[in-house]
């Protein structure tokens, strides 16, 4: 019996043996990893916080705050986590399993509230899921304030959201105090460039933001951006788990974003510096150089050469005055180091402007490397120039052609050039036409037809060689331009008739980034503009108040409280800013300025 049954056994073991040799490939393949499941994308949840949400009496010293989650949990950015109010030292963390312990080293006040919030900064350790944003409050002492306010932060110019902006609330209500301590409560714009800044007391705050770009609580005028309320602000309504604007939101659900509430609006923009002073200088070239200023609008009374005569020298401003540009009309060579006195008006240290002399020594580039000189003797020397030459088809109407040089023209004959048109029938006639420089670019010149510009007709411009002559004295490459009317049949328009207009005002078709214009005009009465010859896309239409008529649109000012000229977006339906405009379709558009502004 017992020899039968070590007979069966190793019959078994011969069977299994077999078996394994036959399917080898399969049982023995230890290089391919087993497939997995379905890609895990569901953020981490969270467990426990210890201590507990609305904590009081936390350690002033030495504080610590741990997350429980389920699943292993990392710090993806600790840029995205701000304690409010803010210190000068940053939160620090340690990994614990599945736990993540946040260590406050800082000493913290009595009897205040602080918030953490940790932002977008949390993530799984395996596919980096974001962990749903999370706010936490405590108290250092018995009690813990409870309002809260919201609102958003736009760009000025293209009202567009501003995100990872530092919206700060400060008690001390100086003009200073952004520049020199921390806020009393901050919190930081979603991609949304909507705010909730919570947990905060029933008090009287100023309320700025700013983007915050050395990331240390405090407004730097030279990087950062700002805004700001005209009115001093206090919160009074109280944090509730029912309030929806301080519920977590994905960024990417658009309808649940855009259907919080905002408090308040502030209008983010780039500070018109009011302290004036000379911010840099130098030369480009041996005849060429600039000076640029800190504020707009430098009074200079005196720009003196040594060496050089008045005459032989070309000068031009910035649109905004806060540089110029100047080129020296000599025919010898100039020295190494050009001495200038600059006489001009200074911003001192009461603040007053006051009259100022500052002598310059302005070098010429240093010379190139040996190698890259061989290079360029060895190159031929220019004989002529290029011009830039600019003749859109689709603005040719409006904008006229633009020849524009390198370095400013001493002398041209605008008798030399000549353009022509060639109708439908191949008949070809020589039109005149008006030929200005661009007051605002010396290097640039504008010409405009005298007649209207027809459909179907073939233009054609000639810059003969010599007509002008550059700073260098050579003369112009000869330049021939063709250009004509889009096709009418294929080309779209837009047609604006605009009411309510009682100052001057800025209108511009952008694209729908709102970035890149196509048309501008500048109105001071009601009309109706024409934007002709159109691609088939989607635009937008922006309108700026211009009430000093300058014809640029002018930023804010912090210390003067003054807001940024008032920018609209015009809506064709409520809430769109957008204008679609099909092929072939000539659109019309009412807007009653006075309404939009209102």
């Not at 350690?59 to 429980?68: Q, T």
């Amino acid at each position: 019996m017992q020899e039968n049954r070590r007979v069966l056994t190793t019959a078994l073991a011969l069977i299994g043996f077999i078996f394994c040799l036959l399917f080898s490939k399969s049982c023995a393949n230890t290089t391919t990893p087993p497939s997995g499941g379905p890609k895990d994308t569901i953020p981490p949840i969270l467990l426990k916080i210890t201590p507990d949400f609305n904590a009081t009496n936390f350690p002033r010293y030495d504080g610590k705050i741990a997350l429980v989650y389920n699943e292993y949990t990392i710090v993806k950015s600790a840029s995205e986590i701000y304690l409010s109010p803010p210190m000068k030292k940053r939160i620090t963390h340690k990994i614990k399993g599945k736990s993540i312990v946040f260590s406050i080293p800082d000493t913290l006040a009595e009897n205040r509230t602080y918030t953490i919030d940790f932002g977008q900064g949390l993530a799984d350790n395996n596919e980096g899921n974001i962990a749903p944003r999370l706010v936490y409050a405590f108290s250092t002492g018995d009690t813990i304030d409870s309002l809260y306010i919201t609102g958003n932060i736009i760009d000025c110019q293209t009202l567009q959201p501003v995100k990872r902006a530092l919206v700060a609330l400060y008690t001390d209500h100086s003009d200073s105090a952004c520049f020199n301590v921390f806020p009393d409560a901050a919190a930081k714009s979603d991609d949304w460039g909507f705010f909730a800044i919570r947990n905060i007391a029933d008090t009287l705050y100023r309320i700025v933001a700013f983007t915050d770009s050395d990331n240390d609580s405090k407004y730097d005028p030279t990087k950062d951006q700002i805004a700001f309320l005209d009115t001093l602000i206090q919160p009074v309504d109280v944090v509730r788990d029912s309030i929806y604007e301080l519920e977590p939101f994905d960024m990417k659900d658009t309808l649940a974003c855009q259907a919080r509430h905002s408090m308040y609006e502030l209008l983010m923009f780039t500070e018109v510096q009011s302290i004036q002073f000379l911010k840099n200088s130098g030369r480009r070239s041996e005849k060429s150089g600039f000076l640029s200023f800190n504020a707009p609008d430098v009074e200079i009374s005196g720009l003196d050469f040594f060496g050089v005569a008045d005459s032989c020298i070309i000068i031009q401003y910035a649109p905004r005055k806060d540089s110029l540009d100047f080129w020296i009309n000599t025919h010898y060579k100039l020295e190494d180091s050009l001495l200038l006195k600059l006489s001009y008006k200074f911003t001192d240290s009461t603040g007053h402007l006051r009259d100022t002399i500052e002598n310059l020594s302005l070098a010429v580039p240093l010379p190139e490397t040996p190698d890259s000189q061989q290079q360029r003797q060895e190159q031929p020397k220019d004989t002529v120039f290029k011009f830039n030459v600019v003749a859109k088809n689709e603005n040719i109407a409006q904008d006229g052609i633009s020849l524009t040089s390198a370095l400013p023209i001493i002398r041209w004959n605008k008798e030399m050039l000549f353009l022509t048109v060639t109708n439908p029938r191949h008949q070809t006639d020589t039109i005149s036409f008006k030929f200005e420089q661009d007051p605002q670019e010396i290097r640039r010149f504008i010409m405009h037809m005298d007649r209207e510009i027809r459909d179907g007709h073939e233009y054609e411009l000639t810059v003969p060689q010599g007509s002008f002559f550059d700073l260098n004295n050579l003369p112009n490459a000869e330049v021939k331009t063709k250009f004509n009317l889009p096709k009418s049949e294929d080309a779209c328009s837009i047609t604006i008739v605009l009411s309510g207009v009682d100052t001057r005002y800025i209108v511009e078709l952008v694209d729908k980034d709102r970035k890149s214009v196509f048309r501008k005009y500048n109105i001071e009465r009601d009309t109706s503009l024409l934007f002709p010859y159109l691609k088939p896309q989607e635009y937008s239409i922006r309108i700026t108040e211009d009430r000093n008529k300058n014809g640029l649109f002018d930023s804010g000012n912090f210390l003067d409280r003054r807001q940024p000229e008032k920018v609209r977006m015009y809506q064709p339906s409520p809430g769109v800013y957008i204008l679609t405009l099909p092929e072939m379709t000539d659109l019309e558009q009412t807007i009653n300025i006075k309404e939009m502004f209102k």
